[in-house]
């Protein structure tokens, strides 16, 4: 079950992350722990029966966007660890 509280804690994992500062390989390792992703994939199960409200929809969407941010921030962490 997805709750504020896990919700608040990807957000945390993703902010610890940035602010303690990263190279190009730590961007290109990161990953989300066990439960945060677990959080995520309840949200997208919601979605795909129909069960999410629009408070959870709206959710899902800032939790896309986010991973859309580090999958692009990845892709450019390969790319500069390719030029070193």
Known sequence: MNTPTQTT???????????????????????LSDSAKDCL???????????????KKRELNHFLTLE????????RGYKYISAE
Not at 12 to 27: L, N, R, S
Not at 45 to 52: D, I, P, S, T
């Open 41 to 55: 994939e309840d949200l997208v199960y919601k979605h795909k029966m129909g069960e999410l409200t629009p408070e």
């Open 9 to 31: 804690k990807v957000y945390d994992e993703i902010i610890d992350f940035i602010a303690a500062g990263t190279t190009p390989q730590t961007v290109a390792n990161f990953q």
């Open 68 to 75: 859309h941010i580090i999958t692009l921030a990845k892709a």
